[in-house]
């Protein structure tokens, strides 16, 4: 390997590690710039915390609350918790329940509504963008109850992007490919002989009567 192409080797891996490593500053610090400052503190979370306490009454579907639970008078129950005082971007949910192994999450973002699993006595995420209401639907038969439920809607989770991230490699790269396509304008001036003449005249060594001839 010439002494040459070694070089240039090293100049791209430089630049790599520095477009990398921008490129990962920007996504963590920038991009989430609100979780990183709740994490260390310097900031207070906008979290919230939901329990059955929070559930609408008027939500309630095939099922009534019973001594603090939820229980199904029939299959297809379902509750919501609704009217968050903030849009959340990621939601976390938590159910206890002897009977009921899982329950379909049901969250609203703007007009539409996704669903999700949520496994009983495991911590689960659902992130996504703006949640204004959340609708738990379970029982597959009467008699199903749920006697406890976490919910922490938070709108600064952390997400790291590798779409957004990879993105900016790519227009780095991209840039620094145009750039080393474009060469110097010739503008046909002999540079050269310009600065002889003008070293002829500067130079000092010449003798005094040679330079008046």
Excluded at 200 to 210: G, I, M, N, R, S
Aim: hydrophobic content about 45%; charged content about 25%; proline content about 2%.
């Amino acid at each position: 390997m010439s002494g040459m192409n070694k070089k240039k080797i090293i100049k791209n891996a430089v630049f790599a590690l520095i477009v990398v490593a921008l490129a990962a500053a920007l996504e963590i610090c920038a991009f989430n710039f609100k979780p990183v400052t709740v994490s260390f503190g310097w900031r207070e979370s906008g979290a919230r915390t939901y329990t059955l306490a929070d559930v609408d009454e008027a939500s309630l579907v095939n099922c009534s609350i019973e001594n603090g639970a939820l229980v199904a008078s029939s299959a297809g129950a379902s509750f919501a918790i609704e009217n968050f005082d903030l849009g959340f971007d990621a939601i976390r949910a938590e159910i206890s329940s002897d009977t009921v192994s899982s329950v379909t999450v049901v969250y609203t973002v703007g007009q539409d509504e996704k669903r999700a699993e949520l496994v009983g006595g495991a911590s689960n995420t659902y992130v996504d963008d703006d949640a204004v209401s959340v609708r738990f639907e379970f029982g597959e038969k009467g008699g199903d109850s749920i006697s406890a439920l976490t919910l922490i809607a938070d709108g600064e989770q952390f997400h790291f992007s590798w779409a957004r991230f990879i993105a900016m490699i790519a227009v780095c790269v991209v840039t620094r490919a145009l750039f080393s396509l474009q060469r110097p304008i010739d503008y046909g001036i002999d540079t050269s002989s310009v600065g002889k003449k003008e070293g002829e005249k500067a130079d000092p060594a010449l003798p005094e009567t040679e330079k008046k001839e």
